[in-house]
T-cell receptor, first 111, second 111 residues
């Protein structure tokens, strides 16, 4: 597609359940980022993929969070045993020329 | 530590008046500088960027930004605000494929 696509757009889950969020980057973009945006707050870096290099996981808040990316295509962000504080919008962005292109985000609500 | 500061949580301006949204940063090296806009329940949209060259850069929707190296600032400006400019604005600073975001400034343009 023309832009970064994220799914689901909205996810409501119960505390303790696992969730998977998906990101389809712009074709040809080698870099992919995940950010978290809590209500009324700025962007919190989670993880960065660049081509086939080892990802930069320095922003993942706990070992309940993990992400994968196959080559330069789709990425999935997995949150295990969700907690209420995980409620946020999870934004994915891809890049090829020092400029980030963002998806619409996945809004996660943990009850 | 690398950081980006947007000192104003909110900026209020009357339609037709000039607007300024402030951004300062503390990031090593010669980083790239960006402004993004976020409308309600949407992802971030790119407005403009500074990589090198002229300190005044022009971007989408009539916005411009001025890079000041000595003050490490990159303030966003527009000569005449529109009600439709009301949104959340993020300053971002990129270095070696890491992007640091400010906390965002909510711009309110009143008719």
């Amino acid at each position: 597609g023309a832009g970064v696509s994220q799914s689901p757009s909205n996810k409501v889950t119960e505390k303790g359940k696992d969730v998977e969020l998906r990101c389809d980057p712009i074709s040809g973009h080698t870099a992919l980022y995940w950010y978290r945006q809590r209500l009324g707050q700025g962007l919190e870096f989670l993880i960065y993929f660049q081509g086939n290099s080892a990802p930069d996981k320095s922003g993942l808040p706990s070992d309940r969070f993990s992400a994968e990316r196959t080559g330069e295509s789709v990425s999935t962000l997995t949150i295990q045993r969700t907690q209420q504080e995980d409620s946020a919008v999870y934004l994915c962005a891809s890049s090829s020329t020092r400029e980030l292109f963002f998806g619409e985000g996945s809004r996660l609500t943990v009850l | 530590a690398q950081s980006v500061a947007q000192p104003e949580d909110q900026v209020n301006v009357a339609e037709g008046n000039p607007l300024t949204v402030k951004c300062t940063y503390s990031v090593s090296g010669n980083p790239y500088l960006f402004w993004y806009v976020q409308y309600p329940n949407r992802g971030l949209q790119f407005l403009l960027k500074y990589i090198t060259g002229d300190n005044l850069v022009k971007g989408s929707y009539g916005f411009e930004a001025e890079f000041n190296k000595s003050q490490t600032s990159f303030h966003l400006k527009k000569p005449s605000a529109l009600v439709s400019d009301s949104a959340l604005y993020f300053c971002a600073v990129g270095n070696f494929n890491k992007f640091y975001f400010g906390s965002g400034t909510k711009l309110n343009v009143k008719p």
